[in-house]
């Protein structure tokens, strides 16, 4: 593979600089006979989905799934946290032309408190620890649980797990070198997980001042898929027949902005993430970039949690010496104009021109 060379403002630190790639690897010294595939405007590291799906609708079809990949990788998306599907998309790791994939396995549930056919539904919330160890050492790092779910006796949201075996589960997590992480749309699920001492929380719209205090507290991430949070009111709908839920629901959409923007000021740490495939179609990690900043995120928060800061929460560096030559290029300068993430100039993936 042929050495490629760069010019730009290198993201995040904003100087204009020199580097090239060699065999899938930035380099910083100079070499000879480089090609110059981005010559000024602005460099980013990949853009990240930390919350996606691929795989699901699929049915199974790896081609299906490449597909979903591949529309995610031509807006810019170059890592994505994988945060449960039902089938095994490991074979597409290996292909070069797709976004690196972070495994989570399967979605943790109990009967009929999911999707159907999603998850691994356990008819027993003790078994949840084995449960935990088997997605553990089945993913790559992350275990994703159901938090809440309408529980269709009580007509409303509620939590799946006692807290005791929550606590437990998650410690055999860590033990196994794996994080956790869990859907929670409303509030009485919370308390206990964060309590047991989970890693990240997805979508989080029931977050509140003492929940927000505490994973600021504990460094707890959260993931809150706004452009999926828009859809609330459609659930809402058809959930009808289940009024105290479709009123949550409702309720929950009105201050998800206001909820995003307060975890952000208590210093909660932030990242993009659509769900795309659970209802929202796949590239749109842009939108909830966008989102993020009308949320209360400056620019400059919202391309970190769609890029660099969100990168280094998974393990992967920026655009350094020895790092993955993961880029998007921009003829404009995205912290003045986040409308430049939706025309990239150049898009490399490990090493390897794609766009």
Known sequence: MPALHVRGVVLPDGEERDFW??????RTEPVPGAETIVDGGYVLPGLV???????????GDLDAAADQALTDRDTGTLLVRDCGVPMDTRPLQE??????????GRHIARPKRYIRDLAVDLDSPATLPEAVAEQAAYGDGWVKLVGDWIDRDLGDLAPLWPDDVLAEAIAVAHDAGARVTAHVFGSAALPGLIGAGIDCIEHGSGLA???????AERGTALVPTLINVETFPSIATGAAKYPIYASRILELHDRARETVRAAVEAGVPVYAGTDAGGGIDHGRLVDEVFALHEAGMSTEQALAAGSWGARGWLGWPGLTEGAAADLVAYDTD???DLAALRDPTRIVLRGRIVG
């Open 21 to 26: 790639i060699v065999n899938g690897r930035v």
């Open 95 to 104: 292909r070069l032309d797709l976004p690196r994939i972070i495994r989570a």
């Open 209 to 215: 001042e003492d929940t927000i205090a505490a994973m």
């Open 334 to 336: 995205p912290r003045t």
């Open 49 to 59: 989905d930390a919350h996606c799906h691929i795989g699901i609708a699929a049915d």
